[in-house]
């Protein structure tokens, strides 16, 4: 496998949509998506999902 700092994250229209309309960072979810030690493989598309926490603490 390549090490995760060589992999090359492309954002479809779509995706970066839905990330404007949640309010999500995409650096943040780039981190998520490289670093995350909470991984499955979903057996009926047959992709790997990673799993973390966004938020962001509003004081």
Known sequence: ???VENVTIVWS???RYRIDLRGFDPPKLEEI??????????????????VG???????
Do not use: P
């Not at 490289?34 to 009926?44: G, K, L, P, W």
């Not at 926490?53 to 004081?59: N, R």
């Open 1 to 3: 496998m390549q090490n």
């Open 33 to 50: 998506l490289r670093y995350s030690a909470e991984r499955y493989f979903d057996t009926v598309t047959g992709r790997m999902i990673a």
């Open 53 to 59: 926490k966004h938020w962001e603490v509003c004081l």
């Open 13 to 15: 229209d779509y995706v």
